[in-house]
């Protein structure tokens, strides 16, 4: 048996999420129906993170094991055959049998796109979240610095959820602005149930001028999921990559 790394790239828009659910479209059994007709047998695959509805990643990262006597490259080209047009399978790596996709993360990045003008942006409808009112960007860089560090993030954590500990290290949270779209980037050791999503609603009240900067803050200390402002749309969401600290073993390419 081989144990592959997998990084994804998908559009989101039309799927229910990353994890198995009967009766709808998702990546992870999309995937695997793929992998299935490769291997002619079922696979499992075991993804980084469960990407909500209508969330897009850049680079997520999924493993799976085989005794399909396939190369990387085999792999790689045989898998893009099979996924439909909005999924791409950017790399296959054969990893030590330790790895695990989600237990061995080390931190992952996010980034949130707002769109801020006036006008409609037909082009980016799908990818970004429209707001057309003018947006306090200083407000809200202030805003977002003061959540890093280590702390309970319960206040951004949306139930139902089977998590029992709250506490994220988040090392990175900042803004940058290309012309009208500002770009919201998130890097932590791990994320809570819609966490980053709630974060950006609750930075974007402040950008409206609805909360202060520094009510950051008290709704960090109040560890409760009402402190904070609403959950932003999944569409403007994205897994930018997943980091670990494994060596690779040599695998024929």
Same mark, same amino acid.
């Given at each position: 048996?081989?144990t592959?790394?997998?990084v994804?790239?998908?559009?989101?828009?039309?799927?229910?999420?990353? =994890? &198995? *659910?009967?009766?709808?479209?998702?990546?992870?059994?999309?995937?695997?129906?793929? +992998?299935?007709?490769?291997?002619? !047998?079922? /696979?499992?695959?075991?993804?980084?993170?469960?990407?909500?509805?209508?969330?897009?990643?850049?680079?997520?990262?999924?493993?799976f094991?085989?005794?399909r006597g /396939?190369? =990387?490259r @085999?792999?790689? &080209?045989?898998l893009?055959?099979?996924?439909?047009?909005?999924?791409s399978?950017l790399?296959?790596e054969?990893?030590?049998? !330790?790895?695990h996709a989600?237990y061995?993360a080390? %931190?992952k990045?996010? @980034?949130?796109h707002?769109?801020?003008?006036?006008e409609r942006?037909p082009?980016? &409808?799908?990818?970004?979240?429209? +707001?057309?009112?003018?947006?306090d960007?200083?407000?809200? !860089?202030?805003?977002?610095?003061?959540?890093? %560090?280590?702390?309970?993030?319960s206040?951004?954590?949306?139930?139902?959820t089977?998590?029992?500990?709250?506490?994220?290290? +988040? =090392? *990175?949270a900042d803004?940058?602005?290309?012309?009208?779209?500002i770009?919201l980037?998130?890097?932590?050791?791990?994320?809570?149930?819609?966490?980053?999503?709630?974060?950006? %609603?609750?930075?974007?009240e402040?950008? =409206?001028?609805?909360r202060?900067s520094a009510?950051?803050? #008290?709704?960090?200390a109040? #560890?409760?999921?009402?402190a904070?402002?609403?959950?932003?749309?999944?569409?403007g969401l994205?897994?930018?990559?997943v980091?670990? %600290?494994e060596t690779?073993?040599? #695998?024929?390419t």
């Amino acid at each position: 048996m081989t144990t592959f790394k997998l990084v994804l790239e998908y559009d989101g828009t039309q799927y229910a999420g990353w =994890q &198995r *659910q009967p009766n709808v479209p998702t990546i992870q059994a999309t995937v695997e129906e793929a +992998l299935a007709a490769i291997a002619q !047998t079922k /696979l499992t695959l075991v993804g980084a993170g469960r990407t909500d509805a209508g969330v897009h990643a850049l680079g997520q990262v999924a493993s799976f094991r085989t005794e399909r006597g /396939l190369s =990387q490259r @085999e792999w790689l &080209r045989a898998l893009n055959a099979h996924l439909p047009p909005d999924i791409s399978a950017l790399s296959v790596e054969a990893v030590p049998d !330790t790895f695990h996709a989600r237990y061995s993360a080390k %931190g992952k990045l996010y @980034e949130y796109h707002l769109m801020n003008r006036s006008e409609r942006a037909p082009l980016l &409808r799908a990818w970004s979240w429209m +707001l057309y009112k003018p947006l306090d960007y200083a407000a809200m !860089t202030e805003a977002a610095a003061t959540l890093t %560090g280590t702390h309970d993030f319960s206040s951004f954590e949306t139930a139902p959820t089977d998590n029992d500990n709250p506490q994220c290290s +988040l =090392q *990175q949270a900042d803004l940058r602005r290309h012309g009208d779209l500002i770009i919201l980037s998130f890097y932590a050791d791990r994320f809570l149930k819609q966490m980053v999503r709630a974060m950006v %609603g609750t930075l974007v009240e402040v950008g =409206q001028g609805k909360r202060a900067s520094a009510d950051m803050r #008290h709704v960090l200390a109040a #560890h409760t999921r009402a402190a904070a402002g609403r959950t932003a749309p999944a569409h403007g969401l994205y897994l930018v990559r997943v980091d670990y %600290g494994e060596t690779t073993i040599p #695998h024929p390419t």
